[in-house]
């Protein structure tokens, strides 16, 4: 179905993610260009977000199973494993040392169409440092050849 995907192909990326921390929301809106590769059976979507310390390269994979990992591969690099109704533990690497935390995905739910090639990821999901709650983070990713 995607055999032209093999090298990658450019795709404009719509990202939205909503947060609530400490009581307070935020809510960041970016648009980019990013690139679509197929590997095997997974897809991978990359592309870089401008943050207050330079651009942050962000892998996003998404599994045939239908889970999503996401790469944040910053000076503090994050691995977040998303799977629909389970809390998956993690290891964020930190300056001062790895600290363990956990994702509990509430939500995720995608949509990939060909002809053209366009789609939507929305992932709802929970961040845990043991049993202090971090966050609620809700990721609305929509992306077009």
């Known amino acids: 179905m995607m055999d032209n995907l093999a090298t990658g192909v450019p ?18 809106v970016f648009d980019v260009t990013g690139q679509l590769v197929r ?10 977000e401008d ?3 330079g651009q942050v390269p962000v892998t996003i994979k ?21 799977s629909a109704g389970k809390r998956v533990a993690t290891r964020y690497r930190t300056p001062y040392g790895p600290l363990e935390i956990q994702t509990v995905t509430s ?3 995608m949509e990939i169409l060909n ?7 929305n992932i709802d999901y929970l961040l845990y440092a043991g049993s202090d709650l971090l966050g609620k983070y809700n990721i609305r990713l929509q992306f077009t050849i």
């Open 115 to 121: 002809q053209p090639l366009r789609g939507n990821i």
């Open 39 to 48: 590997v095997g059976s997974s897809i991978y979507i990359r592309y870089s």
């Open 62 to 82: 998404i599994m045939a199973n239908g889970d999503i990992r996401l790469t944040r591969s910053a000076e503090n690099r994050l691995q977040l494993l998303f």
């Open 51 to 53: 943050t207050d310390d």
């Open 11 to 28: 795709v404009q990326i719509h990202l939205e993610t909503n947060m609530v921390q400490n009581g307070e929301q935020s809510n960041f």
């Open 107 to 109: 939500s995720l739910d």
